[in-house]
Nanobody
C-alpha cells in the first residue's frame, strides 16, 4: 500500500502562485509515476500534470502548459506542482495520485491506484 498526503492549497488572487506538495509513504518502490488531478464543483475530475519515476518525462493539460510545473524528489518520495499565473478557472480541489503496475499511463485517472485526500485551491478574480 502507498499513502499520499497532499498539501499547499489556499486562496490566491488571479495572477498569483501556489505550490502543492504530495508526500508518499509505504510501498513507494512500486510507483511508476505520480500525477495531479483536479475537480471543480459540478465538473468531472480532470488530469492536470504527471511525472514518471522511470524515465525523464512529464505531461500536462494543455490549459496549464507554461503556467504549471510538476517536479519530483525521489529521495523524499515527494512530488510538487508549482502553479503560476493562476486563473479563476483553476479553482478546484487538487488531488495527488500515484500509479503502480507495468505500463505508465499518465493522464488516465482510472490507471492510478492511490489518491491523496485533496487540497482546495481557490483563485479569486
Amino acid at each position: 500500500q502507498v499513502q499520499l498526503v497532499d498539501s499547499g492549497g489556499g486562496l490566491v488572487q488571479a495572477g498569483g502562485s501556489l505550490r502543492l506538495s504530495c508526500a508518499a509513504s509505504g510501498r513507494t518502490f512500486d510507483i511508476l509515476g505520480m500525477g495531479w488531478f483536479r475537480q471543480a464543483p459540478g465538473k468531472e475530475r480532470e488530469f492536470v500534470a504527471a511525472i514518471s519515476r522511470i524515465v525523464d518525462s512529464t505531461s500536462y493539460l494543455d490549459s496549464v502548459k507554461g503556467r504549471f510545473t510538476i517536479s519530483g524528489d525521489n529521495a523524499k518520495n515527494t512530488v510538487y506542482l508549482q502553479m503560476n499565473s493562476l486563473k479563476p478557472d483553476d479553482t478546484a480541489i487538487y488531488y495527488c495520485a500515484a500509479q503502480a503496475g507495468v505500463k505508465w499511463v499518465p493522464s488516465v485517472a482510472a490507471r492510478y491506484n492511490y489518491w491523496g485526500q485533496g487540497t482546495q485551491v481557490t483563485v479569486s478574480s
